[in-house]
């Protein structure tokens, strides 16, 4: 948060130094299900502490913090959800996204974050072999196990644009780097006759074979194991996802996969990205803009690219037409179609 004080204050360096705080009040409060016994009625510190197996003492600072912090409300010694809170974080919504902590907080991550003086002056991360984009590195597979809940949304606001562009076909689809697979799950319910081929490390598409049989696409659902930048794709795609992917590499990488995307697409295909893209001035949307220090800390070249920046590449490997198309601003990210 800032803040815009008459005087010069400190006020901001110290949030912004104790944030390390926040974001383990917010861990503890999703172990202990804080959230989920307060949706279920109970509303007193006492309460709240022998649901979840606590000492009253504990549950009161915690809470008292969490209120501070905007996820709870208090009035005469009671707790009560706040709106985002009751829809995201108590464990009984359908669109609760706590597991995202189990990425979002996870050691590599908070590790890079620990040695970020060094990978600014080095330009890149200092974490060993490469960082987050090591071949099958393991937090792949928790990043695709804790954050599709996170996707679910905008999974289907970007299917929903795409049967508007390509609708009544029989896709063919590849989805690069699927992980959770939930963008190429959607398209698959949105198209009734689409078939999904979904490229990402053999562990981590596992987690994606398991939400496609959830979903009731399995049949419609293939794999293809490997690094996009090695195996074969195949051609004749009509379509071709490439979800948060682009941002862990430099314009040159990219430019090379999006090569290899447009070999493999149909003459009347289409490329439809989903990224953190911030305005031309760098520092506005703030999600997306601060995107850009997540790269700097856990890949050696990556970076939140700006629709300027990604429709540059997209020409320079051979796309005709790249079009912005913002989603709502509750979401960081945003999309882009290309045309072959």
């Known amino acids: 948060m800032s803040h815009s004080f008459p005087e010069p204050s400190p006020i901001l360096f110290f949030e912004t130094v104790n944030a390390y705080q926040r974001s383990a009040a917010i861990r503890a409060a999703i172990e202990l299900d804080v959230f989920t016994h307060i949706g279920a009625g109970k509303s007193t510190a006492s309460e709240v502490a022998e649901a979840s197996e606590s000492t009253e003492r504990g549950l009161r600072i915690l809470c008292d913090s969490l209120t501070v912090m905007g996820f709870l409300t208090k009035q005469d010694g009671r707790y009560q959800l706040t709106q985002d809170s009751a829809v995201f974080l108590d464990r009984r919504s359908p669109a609760f996204i706590g597991g995202a902590i189990e990425f979002l907080l996870s050691p590599m991550l908070v590790e890079s974050f620990e040695h970020l003086t060094e990978a600014v002056r080095k330009g890149g991360t200092a974490l060993p072999e490469a960082g987050s984009i090591a071949p099958e590195h393991p ?8 954050m599709a809940p ?21 896709l063919k689809v590849l989805d690069i780097a699927a ?33 496609a049989e959830q979903a009731g696409v399995g049949e419609r ?12 794709y195949g051609s ?31 003459r009347n295909g289409k490329a439809v990205t989903l990224e953190f893209i911030p305005n031309e001035d760098r520092v506005s949307p703030p999600g997306s803009a601060m995107f850009s220090l997540v790269m700097l800390g856990s890949t050696p070249h990556g970076d939140a690219y700006t629709f300027s920046e990604l429709e540059r590449m997209f020409a320079t490997a051979g796309f005709t037409r790249s079009m912005f198309h913002p989603l709502p601003p509750s979401f960081p990210q945003q999309i882009v179609v290309s045309d072959k």
């Open 139 to 146: 937090v792949w597979v928790r990043f695709a196990r804790a």
């Open 150 to 170: 996170m996707m679910t949304m905008p999974s289907q606001l970007m299917a929903q644009l795409i049967a508007q562009q390509m609708p009544e076909r029989k």
């Open 179 to 211: 992980g959770h697979g939930m963008f190429g799950i959607a398209v698959a319910r949105q198209l009734p006759e689409a078939e999904i081929t979904a490229l990402d490390w053999p562990n981590v598409l596992e987690v994606a074979q398991a939400n």
């Open 221 to 232: 659902y293939h794999l293809l194991p490997g690094s996009a930048f090695e195996v074969d």
């Open 236 to 266: 004749d795609y009509d379509l071709i996802l490439l979800t948060n992917f682009l941002h862990h590499f430099d314009p040159q990488t990219c430019e090379q996969l999006l090569r290899r995307v447009h070999a493999a697409l149909s």
